[in-house]
């Protein structure tokens, strides 16, 4: 045996990166597809969860940033800087950490996770709390990377969505052919940009012999790509995809477009109830936007949509840890059960006598 090397190393003659660029690395990539009994029941299809909160900080952006921060190091830049609603600034501290790289960040005040928040401090980060939201967020990125020396690392540079296609490259490498469907939840949109990019190389080369469907799912109040208009002010619970003008549109609506797909929405109760249902029947925690996708199967299955015969994969995004304080409130009829330090009171206490 030996150790998955990241996404570089393992799939380094699939991405197109300059020459040369050295391999800024945690290990990110590899990692696990797992069937999910409950959906494959409530679908009637074949359905397997990309478990992306698996990565080094807990999110699929750990795959881009592997390529950007290093291209970047091979370009010679000393100060990288990201916009984001928190797993990109997580992702983007720790790889700069890794190349000894100053990292910038800038998130909407008071609506990034906490978890997410303490990663990128911890990392190192200078954090600044900008009065607005994503998408304000992102054109300061874009201005400050224009005019200062710092390089931008937000998915709108390429070397994301090269790092964040080998995902697409692992499950057909596991389920030896491309899925039926494809469902994951979509903000900026550059990870179903990147799925699909990866599953069109996957079939140019040979290692699989079709293209999967691209299903996207928004929150309900974030919701540009189905509305087909920004949103000025988007609102979710999911904070991750509280966004309301996507940097990756045209490449979101070509992949949805050309693989018969589409992008709908989920309302927060849906996105919650599905956080929830897949953590207690699957024992996989997500963060509240990884559950949209999850949302969207048990939303189509209510309408009466069947997958028999078809094989279903899942992205699920980020780490359930990421952000506890959503996760609890929806637990209204917690309580705590406490008991006096002896078995007899811990079985009256359980219900057990
Ligand atoms: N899920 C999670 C957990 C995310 O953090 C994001 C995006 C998405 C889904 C949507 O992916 O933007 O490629 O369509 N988070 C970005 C960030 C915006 O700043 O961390 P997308």
């Not at 990019?197 to 996957?202: K, T, V």
């Not at 003008?245 to 992008?263: C, I, T």
Request: hydrophobic fraction near 45%; charge should be negative; glycine fraction near 12%.
């Amino acid at each position: 045996t030996r150790q998955w090397r990241g996404v570089i190393e393992e799939y380094g003659d699939r991405l197109d990166i300059p020459a040369g660029t050295p391999v800024i690395s945690l290990g990110e990539g590899g990692t696990p597809l797992v069937e999910s009994a409950w959906l494959s029941e409530v679908t009637g299809g074949s359905v397997w969860l990309k478990v992306e909160g698996n990565n080094p900080t807990g999110s699929f952006k750990d795959r881009g940033m592997t390529v950007a921060l290093s291209v970047a190091v091979g370009e010679g830049a000393e100060a990288v800087v990201c916009a984001s609603t928190g797993n990109t600034s997580a992702a983007m501290a720790a790889y700069a950490a890794k190349a000894r790289v100053k990292p910038l960040v800038l998130v909407p005040q008071g609506k990034i996770a906490a978890g997410k928040l303490a990663q990128a401090i911890l990392h190192g980060a200078q954090v600044i709390m900008v009065r607005g939201n994503f998408d304000d967020c992102l054109r300061l990125s874009r201005g400050l990377a224009d005019d200062y020396p710092v390089a931008l690392v937000n998915s709108v540079n390429p070397m994301r969505l090269q790092g964040q296609k080998t995902a697409s490259f692992e499950i057909v490498d596991v389920l030896g052919d491309a899925p039926d469907v494809h469902v994951l939840p979509t903000g900026n949109a550059g990870n179903i940009s990147a799925y699909w990019l990866g599953y069109r190389e996957s079939l140019s080369s040979g290692e699989s012999r079709k293209l999967p469907v691209m299903r996207g799912w928004q929150a309900a109040g974030s919701a540009p790509l189905v509305q087909g208009a920004p949103v000025t002010d988007p609102e979710t619970v999911a904070s991750a995809i509280r966004i309301g003008n996507p940097a990756s549109w045209d490449l979101a609506v070509e992949a949805a477009r050309a693989s018969g797909g589409r992008f709908r929405a989920v309302s927060d109760e849906q996105i919650l109830h599905a956080q929830r249902e897949l953590a207690s029947s699957d024992g996989v925690f997500v963060e509240p936007a990884s559950a949209a996708g999850v949302a969207g199967l048990l939303l189509e299955a209510a309408e009466g949509v069947r997958y028999d015969g078809q094989r279903v994969v899942v992205t699920v995004t980020g780490h359930g840890l990421k952000d506890i304080d959503t996760a609890l409130s929806t637990f209204t009829d917690l309580v705590d059960t406490v008991c006096d330090a002896d078995v007899d009171a811990a079985a009256a206490a359980a219900g057990l006598a």
